[in-house]
């Protein structure tokens, strides 16, 4: 058995263990000796020797007037992990409801200019499926060339798209997606009634990123499981209205 590896595993360093192994073999030792007996500097001897009785792996006694060192029982090392354990089983249920509401709390991302928006389109890449409000037209003219190496590698990776498109997007933009993309984009358009949105949405995973395409160009990723679930809920309702 490698003892230092198991003194490592119970949370020991490397010095820390070398120092405790001394002192179990060599029993009561001062500073200077434990230095030059493990080949660490005195300078970190000290240091390392105040952990350990922090841990209560060695006590300090004065001989002569000396101060000097001499490991506890082994023993103590079953009693510190005890310790340990009792500490985390009190602590434990304040942990968890921090772990929960941590857990539940959205996660917000925001990204400002062209450059950074289109790392959250390369992001939606990453998905099976995609859910979108969108001004095509504005999506295009404003992305350019992004835009349609974003369409392609829509269809070069297979993914689904349920796309719902404003009413000014029935022309050029509309055709251009289908021809790209054929049936794995299903398009349908707002009513002429409803306004042109001026911020598009894209739901993917737990995800819901929100990109304003009108000068200035921004955009946010809400990453959180009930919110995502939310509109995807309200999306299909538009969805069977149209």
């Not at 995973?205 to 809920?233: C, H, M, R, W, Y």
Request: charged share 30%; proline share 4%.
């Amino acid at each position: 058995m490698d003892i230092k590896q198991t003194l490592k595993e119970l949370g020991l360093h490397s010095s820390e263990s070398r120092i405790y192994l001394y002192l179990l073999e060599n029993g009561v030792s001062t500073p200077p000796q434990i230095a030059r007996g493990t080949g660490i500097a005195r300078t970190n001897c000290y240091h390392v020797l105040r952990e350990l009785e922090e841990k209560q792996l060695v006590q300090s006694q004065l001989v002569r007037k000396r101060k000097t060192y001499l490991a506890r029982d082994p023993e103590s090392l079953v009693t510190s992990i005890d310790k340990k354990r009792e500490a985390a089983q009190r602590a434990l249920p304040e942990l968890r409801e921090l772990y929960t509401t941590q857990k539940n709390k959205p996660k917000i991302r925001f990204y400002n200019g062209l450059e950074e928006v289109h790392e959250i389109y390369r992001q939606t890449l990453t998905a099976e499926k995609l859910i979108a409000i969108v001004d095509g037209e504005k999506f295009f003219s404003t992305l350019g060339k992004f835009g349609d190496w974003y369409i392609k590698e829509l269809h070069r990776r297979k993914i689904i798209f349920d796309d719902i498109f404003t009413a000014s997007s029935q022309g050029k933009s509309a055709e251009r997606v289908k021809e790209l993309r054929g049936a794995l984009h299903a398009i349908k358009f707002l009513p002429p009634r409803c306004k042109d949105a001026p911020t598009d949405i894209l739901i993917w995973g737990d995800n819901v990123a929100l990109i304003t395409l009108e000068k200035p160009v921004f955009g946010t990723i809400i990453t959180s499981e009930s919110i995502s679930q939310t509109f995807k809920t309200l999306f299909y309702f538009i969805w069977e209205e149209l």
